[in-house]
């Protein structure tokens, strides 16, 4: 199985930028899809964006297309999101996951294994 530990959540005003990152530890992260999410309390987990295995293909929410950009480097097993012009309704804990099917597209939460602890993700107005 894989570990998987986010950082990089803080406080930022509108308009901002920041950049989580999701390292992995365990098995080979080059085998797993994968995705971020976010929630905020009171309400269901929400997809955000998702990267295939080599990283060759992405996709968002489409809250979050053209803001939004996720990567990876299967070197330093890490993902990544860059987050620009930020707006308040972005403020939420983001999750990174991991899943080992085959493929890519997955955006729902059940499709993933693995799951890190979240960070933290605010955006003043």
């Known amino acids: 199985q894989v570990q998987l530990v986010e950082s990089g959540g803080g406080l930022v005003q509108a308009g901002g930028s920041l950049r989580l990152s999701c390292a992995a530890s365990g098995r080979t992260f080059s085998r797993y899809a994968m995705g971020w999410f976010r929630q905020v309390p009171g309400k269901e987990r929400e997809f955000v964006a998702g990267?295939?295995?080599?990283?060759?293909?992405?996709y968002y929410a489409d809250s979050v297309k053209g803001r939004f950009t996720i990567s990876r480097d299967n070197a330093k097993n890490t993902v990544y999101l860059q987050m620009n012009s930020l707006k308040p309704e972005d403020t939420a804990e983001y999750y990174c996951?991991?899943?080992?099917?085959?493929?890519?597209?997955?955006?729902?939460?059940?499709?993933?294994?693995?799951w890190g602890q979240g960070t933290q993700v605010t955006v003043s107005s």
């Open positions: 990267i295939s295995r080599s990283g060759g293909r992405t």
């Open positions: 996951a991991a899943t080992d099917q085959t493929g890519w597209g997955f955006d729902k939460d059940y499709e993933y294994d693995y």
